[in-house]
């Protein structure tokens, strides 16, 4: 599938499925990147761990670098979501984030010996600047629905590519899903923080928020949220590619 087989308004898409989902549309309009990006090689090393780990270092430093801007994006959404049920995931995601997921962060450093320059002002790649200038703009010149054209494919990528990796390699059915696969713990906890039923729910409640107001922008701002989706996707895919040491489009990211 290409977005050029996805017609390219929400209106015409819905009126071709039974059952049009906003979230949907938008993902299938992102191909092929989406495919690319869920199936790339270095989440299926991560998975299999044959993955260099010079090559998770290098990621796990950018991907920190990215996280303070993520819990800013987040908080924001926060203050925009309508009404009280609609916060409560995100609020609860960010406490997984900010305690959780940033112990995991320390521990890893520690096993991998990243020095403590690196891990507190690395140098942010040309992807990692482009993932951080995105997620601003998102905010600022716009709104509550810009803001999850960005957040949602974030993390449905990530809950994706870890649910497949631990259904292959591991056991999805166990907590954790990656029990049995035998691999190091900054692999197997990276892995099951986005494969865990948690996580699972909380992309969909996620969803379910795009869902619910994408399809009440008007027309102009429905092109603007696909923008936004469809260049998150793409420099997802370049975020994994650059972890080996490539440039991923000679620095147009």
């Known amino acids: 599938m290409t977005a050029d087989s996805v017609p390219a308004s929400y209106g015409a898409y819905a009126e071709t499925v039974a059952d049009p989902r906003f979230t949907d549309w938008l993902r299938e309009r992102s191909e092929p990147a989406w495919s690319d990006a869920i199936t790339h090689p270095f989440t299926r090393e991560l998975g299999a761990g044959t993955l260099d780990e010079d090559a998770y270092e290098?990621?796990?430093?950018?991907?920190?670098?990215?996280?303070?801007?993520?819990?800013?994006?987040?908080?924001?959404?926060?203050?925009?979501?309508?009404?009280?049920?609609?916060?409560?995931?995100?609020?609860?995601?960010?406490?997984?984030?900010?305690?959780?997921?940033?112990d995991y962060f320390e521990r890893s450093f520690d096993a991998l010996d990243v020095p403590e320059s690196r891990r507190s002002d690395p140098d942010p790649s040309p992807t990692t600047a482009a993932l951080l200038d995105l997620l601003g703009r998102a905010a600022r010149e716009g709104g509550y629905a810009e803001t999850l054209a960005v957040l949602v494919p974030a993390e449905w990528i990530y809950r994706e590519w870890a649910t497949a990796v631990a259904t292959e390699y591991g056991d999805p059915d166990t907590e954790p899903p990656s029990d049995g696969a035998g691999l190091p713990f900054y692999y197997a906890e990276w892995i099951d923080l986005h494969a865990v039923p948690s996580f699972v729910d909380f992309v969909d409640e996620l969803r379910d928020q795009l869902n619910a107001v994408g399809p009440e922008c008007s027309?102009?701002?429905?092109?603007?949220?696909?923008?936004?989706?469809?260049?998150?996707?793409?420099?997802?895919?370049?975020?994994?590619?650059?972890?080996?040491?490539r440039d991923p489009s000679d620095g147009d990211v």
């Open 219 to 245: 027309p102009r701002r429905r092109r603007r949220v696909e923008e936004l989706f469809r260049r998150t996707v793409d420099l997802e895919v370049a975020f994994f590619d650059e972890a080996y040491g």
């Open 58 to 102: 290098r990621y796990l430093v950018q991907d920190y670098a990215f996280l303070e801007a993520l819990v800013g994006a987040f908080g924001f959404a926060v203050g925009e979501a309508p009404g009280i049920e609609a916060k409560r995931p995100l609020i609860e995601f960010l406490e997984t984030v900010t305690s959780t997921e940033n």
